[in-house]
């Protein structure tokens, strides 16, 4: 393993596991009535956010590093993303305002995003192996 493959893994690594850890915490606490203040609620409700941006600019130093090939397979990855992302939550919102299906938390939204890139960059790279 190459050494900037290893810091960003362990950066997106400690991200990912600090987003997982601050996000049922801080969704526990504000939830259970806890935290009263209105300002240190949403403190708490947004302390998930600063290692899951750790682990997002993690991820952009990595594509910077990478070679042209892997920046398209990158390219190619987002560029399906975003427009599965826009039709799922199009499709759903348009269901929703029929009342047919409850409504979707927005929060859903960004690890949906993920997974799709992920299972994307497995698949397209696998066109040039």
């Known amino acids: ?52 941006l750790n682990a997002m600019t993690a991820i952009i130093q990595n594509v910077r590093s990478q070679d042209e090939l892997f920046r398209r397979i990158h390219l190619e990855a987002v560029l399906i993303t975003a427009l599965l992302t826009g039709a799922v939550t199009f499709s759903y919102g348009l269901l929703e305002a029929t009342e047919l299906v409850p409504p979707l938390p927005n929060v859903f939204i960004a690890p949906f995003m993920i997974f799709v890139w992920g299972v994307a960059n497995v698949i397209i790279s696998r066109r040039y192996n």
């Open 1 to 52: 393993m190459k050494n900037w493959e290893r810091k960003y893994l362990v950066r997106f690594i400690l991200g990912m596991v600090g987003y997982s850890i601050l996000l049922p915490l801080s969704l526990i606490l504000v939830g259970d009535g806890r935290v009263t203040q209105p300002w240190l609620a949403i403190l708490v409700a947004l302390l998930p956010v600063a290692p899951f």
